[in-house]
């Protein structure tokens, strides 16, 4: 098993979480690295899925995924969560080196049953956000506090972050993680999300328009069909 310098010490443990083990991982893109880590709070598992040698000081392309089972395991079409975690990893796995933390906060930290009574609720005619406010909840409950710890095991310090949202940015900047970079990521928009994306850009603020293209460059729609 490939073994990188930043993960053979004696695992680090933070206040906040335990790094426990590591294996190889391989994927349709790459053999990641796959370690885990228990929150001391609650007892959840999170993962760190690493390639190549990330402990070097420069910036890392990295994706900070939180956890949705309905898109990432189930195929679902209401997000682009799915996709993006697979954009990502491939996009990882092209540069040869890169993190994806993924955190159990799943349905923006609401859990599973509470995202699936918002879909109920959506589908009565809420929006994603007005959901999660009449279930009680803010529209955004997840935490990246976890991510400094994380990301200390591996030496990471800068980020080139894979996000559309800048919420992300601020909350890890504000946890004393340079983000250097952002690199968009704008994936699977399609008939059954498009308002779901629509409304986090107007009340999340999340960036989703594409870079402009020279229109030379431009692409065309068949060519792209995960960008619009
Ligand atoms: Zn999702």
New binding site residues.
Partial sequence: MPATSANSAAPANDQLLDYVTSCALPTPWAQFTLHAFVEHSTGKEHLAMVLGDIGDGAPVLARVHSE?L???VLF?Q?????AQLEGALQRIAQEGRGILLYLRQE?RGIGLVN?IRAYRLQEAGADTVEANLQLGFHADARNYELCKPMLEQFGVKKLRLMTNNPRKIDALTRLGIEVSDRVPLLVNRNAFNNNYLNTKQAKLGHMMTPPAVPADQAPSPAAAPDVI
């Fill in positions: 949705c309905t898109g990432d679902s209401r997000c682009d969560c799915g349905g995202k």
